[in-house]
């Protein structure tokens, strides 16, 4: 049963422009959102997060917004660089202790 | 400040064998996490620890154990492998909030 889903593998931008990935999850108690950067072997790494009663957290070109309502939270990235090319993970928590990931959103960025 | 470290970086076991994936940490977090990572699949938490002593199960357990004897260390025991244990694995820790990952495992059962 999967709680947190990214329902688009892949997704293509041009450098420059606005890159936005979706995650939406099922668990109302879900209160701890946060967004991890995954290149090839290597292990993920924290981009951002956002806490349930905020409703948008912005650190420098990346945004995470949450809709509560619609169990639904993005991550803008703007500008988009080719370095942020990467498979990039949403996640979330209601204990703090255990998190739930989604299965992953691979971002290319053409130059 | 190494962060999270694990090794093996790369491991081929044999139908049956055992082996311990190790995990060390170095910054006095007293979360831990061990994670596995199927092809085109997210993470899946296999086990957890909230401090020196503690252990809890997480999504998918079976197969695995755990120990934490210090707030360092903590090793992923996997007892008969098989092939369904063919996979990528992470160790993590935190504070609290976000979590640092170790750059992982990975692992094939034949």
């Known amino acids: 049963d999967q709680q947190v889903k990214q329902n688009s593998p892949s997704l293509s931008v041009q450098e420059g422009r606005i890159s936005i990935l979706n995650c939406d999850y099922t668990?109302?108690?879900?209160?701890?959102f946060l967004w991890y950067k995954k290149y090839p072997a290597e292990g993920p790494t924290f981009l951002i997060s956002?806490?349930?009663?905020?409703d948008k957290n912005e650190d420098g070109r990346f945004t995470v917004f949450l809709n509560k309502s619609a169990k639904h939270l993005s991550l803008h990235i703007v500008p988009s660089q080719p370095g942020d090319s990467a498979v990039y993970f949403c996640?979330?928590?209601?204990?703090?202790?255990?998190?739930?990931f989604g299965t992953g959103t691979s971002l290319t960025v053409i130059p | 400040n190494a962060g999270v470290t694990q090794t093996p970086k790369f491991r081929i076991l044999k139908i049956g064998q055992s082996m311990t994936l190790q995990c060390t940490q170095d910054?006095?977090?007293?979360?831990m996490y061990w994670y596995r990572q199927d092809p085109g699949m997210g993470l899946k938490l296999i086990y957890y620890?909230?401090?020196?002593?503690?252990?809890d199960k997480g999504e998918v357990p079976n197969g695995y154990n755990v120990s934490r004897s210090t707030t360092e260390d903590f090793p992923l025991r996997l007892e008969l492998a098989a092939p369904s244990q063919t996979s990528v694995y992470f160790c993590?820790?935190?504070?609290?909030?976000?979590?640092?990952f170790g750059p992982g495992t990975r692992l094939t059962v034949l």
């Open positions: 993590a820790s935190s504070a609290l909030g976000e979590q640092f």
């Open positions: 668990n109302s108690m879900f209160d701890y």
């Open positions: 956002i806490s349930s009663i905020k």
């Open positions: 996640a979330a928590s209601n204990t703090g202790n255990q998190f739930y």
């Open positions: 910054m006095n977090h007293n979360y």
């Open positions: 620890s909230v401090g020196a002593g503690i252990t």
